[in-house]
């Protein structure tokens, strides 16, 4: 199975303004989530209230919401520096969103989700930011980490979500990992014409601007940036209803190679 062709959704031009939806559950039954991009212009608005756990994160630009009978003005200037402005919805809650300026820009993420929680936005504040992988690898893997929504932070959520700003040759998710829910990964590049390449299972995936990958369940999924370009991407889980996302599973094979006091290169 050519798994590129499969889990890689190329978007090399950009989105036009208003909701475009990247994948569907329908379409991707075994992700059990939708995700899209909202691209509004200065004025323009838009209104959702669908049966579903919804998250909109603000990529870019600044927005007027309205929720659950609450105003709140949310601005982000780049991925890179800047942290995020997150809206957490349940089903049936109405969400309207007015742009402030040009090229606003939220993900969209949708799922089923019987349970009733309530409305939050999540700012800079609440964020759990961390830096991984530092000290370790010969620094191969760091990179800054923002957890947004996790089961510790929200258990009532069918989410986990978060970014990863991910400095030029650096690697993430290694040592090789995997996991029982399925994932979604968002990406940016700074420049734009930067790439990265990620390790889905057995095969060998580029990632470049705008590109969004789906990883089906028990997927190997290490990855690294080219050097020179920073990227960032974005990821959400999906929970099971039997089975939450606690953490991945590691391949033992390389479970070495974090180690305090491992010798990167080893003796021959």
């Known amino acids: 199975m050519d798994l590129e062709a499969k889990c890689k959704i190329r978007n090399k031009d950009g989105f036009t303004n208003g909701y475009t939806e990247i994948v569907s559950e329908i379409s991707n039954p075994e992700m059990l989530m939708s995700f899209g991009s909202l691209k509004l212009m200065n004025g323009d608005s838009f209104s959702n ?17 309205v929720c659950d009978g609450e105003h709140f003005t949310v601005s982000r200037g780049n991925l890179y520096d800047d942290d995020p402005w997150t809206l957490h919805v349940p089903k049936g809650v109405q969400v309207e969103i007015k742009a402030l300026a040009d090229d606003t820009e939220f993900t969209v993420h949708k799922t089923e989700n019987s349970k009733v929680f309530a409305t939050k936005l999540y700012g800079p504040k609440e964020l759990r930011k961390e830096t991984r992988g530092k000290g370790t690898m010969n620094e191969t893997g760091t990179r800054l980490v923002r957890t947004i929504i996790d089961v510790s932070i929200s258990d009532g959520a069918n989410f986990m979500i978060g970014e990863d700003v991910h400095y030029p040759g650096k690697w993430a998710g290694f040592p090789s990992h995997s996991h029982n829910q399925p994932e979604i990964y968002f990406y940016r590049f700074l420049p734009e014409n930067g790439f990265g390449l990620l390790k889905l299972g057995d095969q060998g995936v580029c990632m470049e601007h705008n590109d969004t990958v789906i990883i089906p369940p028990d997927l190997v999924h290490p990855q690294v940036a080219a050097p020179g370009y920073a990227m960032y991407f974005l990821w959400v889980i999906r929970h099971l209803d039997s089975k939450p996302y606690i953490k991945p599973d590691f391949e033992e094979q390389h479970l070495w190679a974090q180690e305090p006091d491992a010798k990167i290169w080893p003796d021959r």
């Open 49 to 65: 209230d669908e049966q579903l756990e919804r998250i909109f994160l603000l990529l870019q630009g600044e927005a007027a919401l």
